[in-house]
């Protein structure tokens, strides 16, 4: 073979490989780079948005395998257009915040251990039962606001259950108040139960 056709089948090869570059990868390389300077970009005619975001999430956005640690975390501030119906307010901005600043969370764990719920409703399997078993929950949340309450179909009925206690003492105090507040047929339940640390 000559060096002509060696030129030849590399640009054949280049031709072909090219297309198939730029329609499958390069699109998504792009998207992430100019997503916000899209944004950013003033428009003649269009409000514009003030958006409040932390830093990292440009870092995110352009770079998907950079890690963020917390302490880089700062709130920067951007001015971006918004489409307008109204002609005559071309000139008129307006200003919300898109994103709340980071703020510290305390992290609990999660753990699902053996333990006690008081039921509090037990029905069929009908629709009616399904409401009244919501009705149950939603009283007992408006009186008992700080604990967990569920209406759940266990087969093969819907059942409304009050706490998640570890102790049987703990369930039973949770007893008397149902049944002082009317629940008459409410019962503890083994059961699995959710507790935060």
Excluded at 83 to 109: F, I, K, L, Y
Excluded at 130 to 155: C, D, G, M, W
Aim: net charge positive; proline share 6%; glycine share 4%.
């Amino acid at each position: 073979m000559d060096t002509n056709s060696k030129k030849h089948q590399f640009s054949k090869k280049v031709l072909w490989f090219l297309p198939f570059y730029l329609f499958t990868f390069l699109p998504f390389n792009l998207t992430a780079q100019t997503f916000l300077d899209r944004l950013q970009k003033p428009v003649n005619g269009q409000g514009t948005v003030t958006l409040h975001q932390d830093s990292a999430i440009n870092r995110i956005v352009l770079d998907p395998q950079s890690t963020v640690k917390p302490e880089d975390r700062k709130p920067t501030q951007t001015t971006t257009p918004t489409r307008q119906n109204n002609t005559a307010a071309n000139d008129s901005t307006r200003t919300t915040p898109a994103t709340t600043p980071a703020t510290t969370t305390t992290v609990r764990t999660r753990r699902v251990i053996d333990g006690y719920k008081v039921q509090a409703f037990a029905g069929g399997n009908s629709r009616e039962d399904r409401k009244k078993a919501e009705r149950v929950a939603n009283e007992i949340r408006t009186q008992l606001p700080n604990v967990a309450v569920s209406a759940h179909f266990y087969s093969p009925r819907w059942v409304c259950r009050v706490g998640n206690y570890r102790t049987r003492e703990e369930a039973r105090q949770m007893l008397s108040t149902l049944k002082g507040m009317g629940y008459s047929q409410a019962l503890i339940v083994r059961t699995k139960v959710t507790i935060y640390q």
